[in-house]
């Protein structure tokens, strides 16, 4: 099975603030990587997909990177309404697998 | 509007079954790959199924195979979750979701507890 590895798994940031999380692949994926949003009790939402495209409706301080079995979601300038748990998941290989999530707090 | 809504969740037993359901509407039912996820309570996320718009494929995640049967009914624009053996670890939320490869809606997700 794909293992992913998300780092941090916890972080503290102001309004304002840039925040960036990894999400590292035990193997390649090619770009079936996905970003979800999920705030408490709500289901998630997808961000991003392809690893680096935006998802219609989704603002545009949110992007996505890749390089090799390496991805990034960044928050470009954090909003009071992105405070939430952000998971990676892979679409590349049966089982499909989520990252551990990082939780983003106020600082 | 597009809609999934789960239901059939509940309090079963260890060793019982439930059956889930996601009835679709505002979309194609028939044109979508479907998936459940689960979450146990505190937890992140787990893939639990996926089906094929025909129903001709299915994956498990392999800690639910031989007792977990994902089905659909186009007719009707339902998925379903057939869940037998449960156990104290399948406690979750269970969420269905709308796939084009990814998963870009959800429904809003039914708990199910296993314990005695």
């Known amino acids: 099975d794909i293992q992913l590895t998300q780092s941090p798994s916890f972080v503290s940031a102001s309004v304002g603030d840039r925040v960036t999380i990894a999400c590292r692949a035990s193997?390649?994926?090619?770009?079936?990587l996905a970003w979800y949003q999920q705030k408490p009790g709500k289901a998630p939402k997808l961000l991003i997909y392809?690893?680096?495209t935006l998802q219609s409706g989704v603002p545009s301080r949110f992007s996505g990177s890749a390089s090799g079995t390496e991805f990034t979601l960044t928050i470009s300038s954090l909003q009071p309404e992105d405070f939430a748990t952000y998971y990676c998941?892979?679409?590349?290989?049966?089982?499909?697998?989520f990252g551990g999530g990082t939780k983003v707090e106020i600082k | 509007e597009l809609q999934l809504v789960g239901s059939g969740g509940g309090l079963v037993q260890p060793g019982g079954s439930l059956r889930l359901s996601c009835a679709a509407s505002?979309?194609?039912?028939?044109?979508?790959?479907m998936t459940w996820v689960r979450q146990a309570p505190g937890k992140g996320l787990e893939w639990v199924a996926n089906?094929?718009?025909?129903?001709?494929?299915?994956y498990y995640v392999d800690s639910v195979k031989g007792r977990f049967t994902i089905s659909r009914d186009n007719a009707e624009n339902s998925l379903y979750l057939q869940m037998n053996n449960l156990r104290a670890e399948d406690t979750a939320v269970y969420y269905c979701?709308?796939?084009?490869?990814?998963?870009?809606?959800w429904g809003q997700g039914t708990l199910v507890t296993v314990s005695s």
């Open positions: 089906i094929k718009q025909d129903g001709s494929e299915k």
């Open positions: 998941q892979q679409l590349n290989t049966y089982p499909l697998t």
């Open positions: 392809g690893a680096s």
């Open positions: 979701a709308r796939a084009t490869l990814y998963l870009n809606y």
């Open positions: 193997q390649g994926v090619s770009s079936y």
């Open positions: 505002g979309f194609t039912f028939s044109s979508y790959w």
